[in-house]
């Protein structure tokens, strides 16, 4: 068998093993929000671990709170405030735009502390962040102080297991407030209408952290490769910087992190332009050992992009 031939052989071998792996994780994604409302009365496959679960039911309640909390005091009706809030909870489990991405943050507080106890990587200064704020731009030092005091108040709020509305991405926002327009409040349309009128006025998805650090990781540039090493950026500019590089979604960057989709996030940063041996220090920071097929380290960065836009669809 000639050269070429074992080339096409071994590549058709590397493209079915990613083809499966990739299959696999999107039915895990798909899976997310179907099974979330029997997740959160009982235990789940490794996907949804206590942790998991116990800060999703706990964003969840804190989003309902939040706005249940904008509609005027009724007299006689405080009791019965509860309710609204439970229902507006349980209706919003039920929504795969909002699930998807409370779990996602979820994910992301758990690796979080995860890599702090393993690797010590501190969950909100990294070495990188610390070297951007000390940039002789000025624009890009503040954009990383804010992204810096952004990242504290996730990380402070995920202890809490809550998450504030400002910080939802805008779809999510979005499907948040017609949950809260669906749901039997107790008041008039008009007071409804108004809250939510205000609350969009209020609302920069801009300034809230992951529009902060998309921005960010966009001013590093062709710089922003240095994003893609795990313990010197630390996890959240990571993921950001690893989505901005592949043109995928954070959530999508984050959810390869997981340690059962290994697969995916080595396709990822090898379409980032990662070496096979950097891709294999970033799979050890995270302490997973999954073995990739000897054939993945003669992926061009082409083809891993090829084939990470065709098999990332769900």
Do not use: W
């Not at 096409?8 to 039915?27: C, W």
């Not at 209408?193 to 921005?215: H, P, S, V």
């Not at 010197?232 to 954070?250: D, E, I, K, N, Y």
């Amino acid at each position: 068998m000639g050269k070429k031939a074992i080339d096409r052989s071994q590549s058709t071998l590397v493209d079915a093993f990613l083809r499966d792996e990739m299959a696999r994780g999107n039915r895990a994604l798909r899976s997310i929000a179907p099974v979330v409302g029997q997740l959160l009365d009982g235990e789940g496959p490794s996907l949804f671990g206590d942790a998991i679960i116990a800060r999703l039911r706990g964003m969840l309640g804190h989003i309902a709170e939040q706005l249940i909390g904008e509609l005027p005091v009724i007299e006689g009706n405080n009791p019965e405030l509860e309710s609204p809030q439970n229902a507006l909870a349980a209706r919003m489990s039920t929504d795969e735009t909002v699930v998807d991405h409370l779990y996602t943050c979820a994910l992301e507080g758990y690796l979080s502390g995860k890599l702090e106890q393993s690797a010590s990587i501190d969950p909100v200064l990294s070495p990188l962040i610390q070297e951007l704020i000390a940039s002789e731009k000025p624009e890009i030092a503040e954009l990383a102080m804010s992204a810096l005091a952004a990242q504290s108040r996730f990380s402070q709020s995920q202890r809490r297991m809550e998450i504030p509305i400002g910080e939802l991405p805008f779809e999510v926002f979005g499907r948040v407030l017609e949950h809260f327009e669906a749901v039997s409040l107790g008041a008039e349309k008009r007071q409804i209408d108004t809250i939510i009128t205000n609350l969009k006025q209020r609302y920069d998805e801009g300034a809230g952290r992951i529009g902060l650090f998309a921005r960010l990781s966009a001013s590093m540039h062709g710089g922003a490769v240095a994003a893609l090493d795990l313990g010197h950026a630390g996890l959240a500019l990571f993921a950001s910087g690893l989505a901005s590089l592949t043109q995928q979604q954070r959530d999508r960057a984050v959810f390869a992190c997981h340690e059962s989709q290994t697969v995916r996030l080595a396709l990822m940063l090898k379409a980032a332009g990662l070496s096979s041996h950097s891709i294999d220090s970033q799979l050890t920071i995270l302490g997973y050992t999954k073995s990739l097929p000897s054939q993945f380290e003669m992926l061009s960065q082409t083809v891993a992009q090829d084939t990470l836009r065709e098999l990332s669809e769900v």
